[in-house]
């Protein structure tokens, strides 16, 4: 049974949406990728509502089992964590007006999964991106690479089956990167 994920990689002024297929050996297919842009000259709620109606317009068009949302978090730029956490905000509520549960992962849970190195760079992450998913050509821009690594990590993560157990049908080394994340939340 094939799982369909949709990654968003939030932001204001571009967020990444992509939308995977996957089955339980973990054979992936790009069902669509692309980017929302918005213009950094228009108001807030302005951006937001834009975001909105394109998140809504592929949720309802590509109907995903689930949406996996990059976790907001920053030691740095207060004010772009701001807009990022806006723009999570408002996806997150478009999947739960229909009902799609949504996952959050971290970049570095996301760079590990897809590249085995939770320090991974973004060339690197697309790089497997377009292998996992057999490209001809990189996603661009980055956003969108990212919002494909965001599906496939969940898929992968979830064991690519509606439902299943967290680790479930996981490689050696994904089982030791979940253990240790456990180990780490813990302290």
Known sequence: MTYRVMGVDPGLTRCGLAVVD?????HSTLVAVGVVGTDPGRSLDE?????SEAVD???DLHEPQVLAVERVFSQLNVSTV???AQASGVVIVSAARRGIPVALHTPTEVKAAVTGNGQADKVAVTKMVTKILRLKTSPRPADAADALALAITHAWRRGAQPGAAPGASVTPAQRIWAE???RARRR
């Open 47 to 51: 951006r937001l509502l834009v975001i």
């Open 57 to 59: 317009a592929w949720l």
């Open 180 to 182: 240790a994340e456990a």
């Open 82 to 84: 701001m807009g990022t």
């Open 22 to 26: 996957i089955e339980p050996n973990r």
